[in-house]
């Protein structure tokens, strides 16, 4: 993967929800491709997080596109509203839908991008029939419901299989990871296939603050001169 293709998806679960309008400017400026908010439900996940009023928020104060994962049991039941609120595409969990073809259809009914995201001990193999009609694979690399975990590296060799089943199958589908990515991970992740990373803690979280945290991830990214 060309590491200067590699798109920044900063998740806003780590961020200080008393300054998100700053927070998120600031991720902006400092070259963010999309954000991306995490919806936890506390039946899905053991954690609750947040919904469509968010995004409604971050839409007027961003125009980066807005990616919804969504940890919810039901979630197309949610699909409108956050589609209303803002939400220009969809993380859907293979795991517990028991009709992923119908919410895939919905979301691009709704005129949205649709991925499917896949759990650390989910096979690639379930991701074959649904490779043809969408436009992101998310493959987890921690277990899902809280931000600050680390990086489960079990998870690269499913990463590269995805490329590979990706390369011969969508190549115009993204490969993204989500969990633990950090400077010392973010280059693992991106030489197995990934083409956009998601970062909570390392960008939020950094002590230098969220511009620093970018620029420090991007910069792992660049090839040793
Ligand atoms: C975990 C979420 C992640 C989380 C990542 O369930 O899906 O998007 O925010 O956070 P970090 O980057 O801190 O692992
Ligand atoms: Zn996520």
Do not use: Y
Request: charged share 20%; with cysteine.
């Amino acid at each position: 993967m060309d590491r200067r293709s590699v798109k920044l998806a900063p998740s806003i679960l780590a961020a200080d929800f008393g300054h998100l309008s700053i927070q998120v400017e600031a991720v902006e400026r400092a070259g963010a491709d999309r954000l991306h908010v995490d919806v936890m439900d506390g039946h899905f996940v053991p954690n609750i997080s947040m919904g469509a009023p968010i995004v409604q928020s971050l839409r007027k104060i961003t125009a980066l596109p807005l990616e919804t994962h969504l940890m919810i049991s039901d979630p197309d039941f949610f699909l409108d509203e956050f589609a209303e609120a803002g939400s220009d595409s969809f993380l859907v969990h293979w795991e517990g839908n028991n009709n992923l073809d119908r919410t895939l259809q919905r979301i691009k009914a709704l005129g949205k991008r649709a991925g499917v995201v896949i759990n650390p001990a989910t096979s690639a193999s379930v991701l074959e029939e649904v490779l043809p009609q969408i436009d992101q694979v998310l493959v987890m690399t921690v277990n899902p419901g809280f931000g600050g975990q680390h990086f489960l590296n079990i998870t690269l060799p499913k990463v590269r299989r995805v490329r590979q089943m990706i390369d011969a199958i969508n190549p115009a589908c993204e490969l993204e990871l989500d969990g633990g990515i950090n400077l010392e991970t973010a280059p693992f992740a991106v030489a197995a296939g990934a083409n956009v990373l998601v970062a909570g803690t390392a960008v939020f979280g950094d002590t230098q603050g969220v511009t620093a945290g970018m620029n420090k991830l991007r910069n792992s990214l660049k090839p040793a001169a």
